[in-house]
């Protein structure tokens, strides 16, 4: 009797288990499948992020509505006079590929629900502006043109759609937004479920009308009782349907399934460095950081706060240096161009990126056996087995690296290719020897010119045996 009761418990608990384990996967993919899926994004690691929308007339953050609290009428203004006639996609690719972007991801719906593609399951979209035209189309067909790979943002938060009800970042929310009853009040004549339905068929629009699709970034959950999670969004049925329709596509991380297997493909922190190469589980995961030049990621006109091009460089490098990828926000104005500072960034960018790029592409966190040396960040780049040393700040002519003796094969600035000498074996000094006994100094001497070349962060190439 004893016997059969722990059968009975056995075979329960594997039950649960297995179900559970069948519940939590979206999606059947080998690991090695997906290293190779995500092979291009993993390799190209810098790519351009576009916001822009009915906001970019405002001029003043993405999130004026929910901010300012405008309801749908008074945000019609910014739809009736979104009229971009200086919108060149073309331009827009051109920059992107000259800064060193090798991918672009684009807002087809922001927050505010307005769509850059000509849907046929809403009136608030841009060919029922003055504009006319399907942008997202142009946008894609003039990045494919100039090889740029292309993502579409997704927003599937909503404040303009009649049946998404009200949360607490709604423009609508109420004054106390912990108050239930108000929401239960706002929401009775709304309904979840429909406007879940009129995302998965937009979703569906712009994955089956733009061709061969790249990236898919969709935002964003926050869960809670005021807020919204997977159950609100159908995150499991939307992920499923995506994997569907574009097997080959790449998806962030936002729709509150982490623990779902296949449910996302890489983790996004947003406006902050990581300290190391973020983790699940104890694995390293992969990681995209998305950066503003300057706070918003909608046009903000009278917004001071950019980055200069040391601290654009250094958000790049760092982000290789740790194993992950850039993405870097414009946020073009209501005319339809971007915006003189983020131009002249991008061309600054492009300047270092000519001549130093080959540290950035293909390339990830060094192994532990290198040492980075004062104020210096590496990358390594595993095919051809170098090392690259960004210095952030140049060094008085020499330079020690640890534990380096006779690794190197080769040394030279990247930019120039021209040779570094190397002082492989350093003579022990009196001191050194005598406290150290017999032992050998491993580290290495790079001798550098004195002055700081015309490069605004050189980095050295080191070819490793
Ligand atoms: C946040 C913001 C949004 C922006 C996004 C980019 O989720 O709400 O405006 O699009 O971050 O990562």
Redesign the pocket.
């Known amino acids: 009797m004893r016997n059969y009761k722990i059968l009975t418990i056995c075979l329960l608990c594997f039950f649960l288990i297995s179900t559970t384990a069948q519940e939590k996967k979206i999606w059947d993919e080998t690991k090695e499948e997906k290293e190779e899926r995500l092979a291009w994004w993993r390799n190209d690691r810098f790519g351009m ?1 576009i ?1 822009w929308g009915t906001y970019s007339l405002a001029a003043r ?3 004026l509505q929910k901010r300012d609290r405008i309801n749908s009428e008074d945000y019609q203004k910014y739809f009736d006079h979104f009229n971009p006639d200086l919108y060149n996609p073309k331009e827009w690719a051109k920059l992107a590929k000259a800064a060193g972007m090798k991918y672009a991801v684009i ?1 087809s719906k ?2 505010e629900g307005f769509t850059l593609f000509d849907s046929k399951l809403t009136e608030f979209k841009v060919t029922n502006t003055p504009y006319g035209k399907d942008a997202l189309k142009e946008f894609v067909d003039a990045f494919r043109e100039e090889g740029l790979k292309i993502g579409f ?1 997704y ?1 599937v ?1 909503d404040w303009n759609h009649p049946e998404y009800t009200i949360d607490n970042r709604h423009p609508l929310r109420p004054i106390d937004v912990n108050d239930i009853k108000a929401y239960k009040a706002l929401n009775k004549d709304r309904d979840m479920a429909k406007y879940r339905e009129y995302m998965k068929n937009q979703v569906t629009e712009i994955l089956t009308n733009y061709g061969k699709l790249d990236i898919l ?1 969709l ?2 959950s926050f869960p809670g009782e005021t807020g919204k999670d997977k159950d609100d969004w159908g995150s499991v049925e939307l992920v499923k349907l995506v994997r569907k329709l574009q097997p080959e596509i790449i998806i962030n991380d ?1 729709l509150d399934i982490v623990d779902y297997e296949g449910g996302w493909d890489f983790t ?1 922190p ?2 902050f460095k990581v300290e190391e190469w973020p983790r699940r589980n104890g694995k390293k995961i992969p990681w995209e950081t ?1 950066q503003t030049f300057s706070g918003s ?2 046009y903000y006109r009278d917004e001071m706060t950019w980055k200069n091009n040391r601290q654009l460089l250094g958000l790049l490098i760092e982000s290789v240096s740790k194993g992950g990828n850039l ?1 870097l ?1 414009v946020g073009p104005t209501g005319r339809g161009e971007i915006d003189y500072r983020a131009e002249d960034a991008l061309v600054q960018m492009g300047d270092w990126m000519k001549y130093n790029s080959e540290s950035i592409y293909g390339c990830t966190e060094a192994p532990k056996e290198f040492k980075a040396p004062d104020n210096a960040v590496l990358t390594y780049n595993p095919t051809t087995n170098r090392l690259y040393i960004h210095f952030f700040e140049y060094p008085l002519q020499k330079v020690t690296l640890k534990d380096m003796k006779g690794k190197i094969e080769y040394v030279q600035f990247l930019h120039d290719a021209s040779e570094i000498l190397v002082q492989e074996t350093r003579k022990p000094n009196y001191m050194t020897f005598y406290l150290n006994g017999k032992k050998q100094n491993n580290d290495v001497d790079l001798i550098l010119p004195i002055a700081k070349p015309p490069v605004e962060i050189p980095v050295v190439e080191i070819f490793l045996k």
């Open positions: 992020f916001h953050h993405e999130h807002t922001h927050h943002y927003s938060i970034w935002d964003f936002r996004t947003e406006q998305c990621w909608g993405l926000n």
